[in-house]
């Protein structure tokens, strides 16, 4: 479904959104829907057979079930303690999680610190387009559009972008110049989900802008991936748990090791946000959909 871009950009711009004009669990629970009902159209489209179900109404421990096994889904901008279950009341030391869980995280780590090596060796310190606007000043700053393998695949520099000190993000690369760029760079060995855009942290030396001149192999070093995480139910048995009040919580330093291990075994799908910064500045407007089926109802030809 991510390799898809009527997919996987909808999705980058909501988280966006989301997170822009929503309050923070509320945005979370909206992204957690809109994966939901993503993933329920891409079924439609290309495994009709397939069921996918909601749990009843009130029902804790399961978000979504797909070809009978029961995901939990949970979605967090950077990696932090998450819920193992809904219930302030329950008092324990350990918790087993009886449904694997998808868990999304939409920000890489650290935020303005992915180091990325070039053949010469000169280490660059970069940050995800996604965290700026469109109208930011680059500053003389670089954009680098890299292919970031969730394999073990060597990362690739495809290309780099340079503008002057005043040159904003969208005169640097205006939406239609990064899609032509992907739409030539994705072939059957390298998905669109594995093309991503960096910036420099600093303007670029001259030997440094003379490495970015043609497509070379690089090393991308980040502590956590923006994307999709799947920690088999194996994983989470017996674990160490925590409270607040309003749920018991699997701490931080175990999700970390969640993390690492779904990524060293593939379970691990990467989510690039550079579509952000060109997506629209305004929140989905759920009002005006249903309106408009109110409207049709009350129209000459009325609904049917």
């Known amino acids: 479904m991510l390799s898809r871009p009527d997919f996987l950009l909808p ?3 909501a988280d966006r959104q989301f997170r822009e004009h929503y309050y923070g669990l509320n945005s979370a629970a909206l992204l957690e829907d809109l994966f939901y009902d993503a993933l329920g159209n891409y079924i439609k489209q290309v495994e009709p057979a397939t069921a996918l179900v909601r749990p009843p109404a009130g029902q804790k421990g399961w978000d979504y079930e797909y070809e009978g096994v ?11 303690a998450i819920a193992a279950i809904w219930d302030a009341t329950i008092v324990v030391d350990r918790w087993t999680v009886n449904e694997p869980v998808v868990y999304s995280v939409t920000e890489n780590a650290p935020a303005k610190g992915i180091r990325v090596t070039l053949p010469t060796g000169s280490e660059i310190r970069t940050r995800s ?3 700026l606007n469109r109208n930011d000043p680059l500053g003389g700053r670089s954009i680098l559009m890299v292919e970031w393998p969730q394999s ?9 972008f340079h503008g002057g000190a005043n ?3 969208g005169a640097v690369l205006p939406f239609a110049q990064a899609w032509a760029s992907i739409t030539d760079a994705v072939t059957p060995n390298r998905a669109i989900n594995e093309i991503d855009f960096l910036v420099s942290a600093r303007a670029l030396s001259k030997s440094e802008l003379q490495a970015l001149a043609q497509e070379a192999p690089i ?7 923006a994307g999709f995480y799947v920690f088999p139910r194996s994983e989470l048995v017996d674990l160490e748990v925590e409270r607040n009040n309003r749920a018991v919580l699997i701490p931080k330093r ?4 969640l993390v690492a291990n779904a990524r060293a075994f593939g379970h691990f ?3 690039p946000r550079w579509y952000g910064p060109y997506a629209a500045d305004t929140p989905p407007d759920m009002y005006l959909a249903q309106r408009r089926e109110f409207d049709l109802r009350f129209s000459a030809r009325g609904a049917h």
């Open 269 to 271: 799908v990467p989510m």
């Open 11 to 13: 999705l980058a711009a």
């Open 254 to 257: 175990i999700v970390e090791q």
């Open 152 to 160: 073990s695949r060597t990362p690739k520099l495809i290309s780099a």
């Open 167 to 169: 040159d904003s993000v």
């Open 129 to 131: 387009l996604a965290s």
């Open 70 to 80: 029961k995901f939990s889904h949970k979605v967090a901008q950077s990696i932090g």
């Open 219 to 225: 090393d991308i070093a980040a502590k956590v991936r």
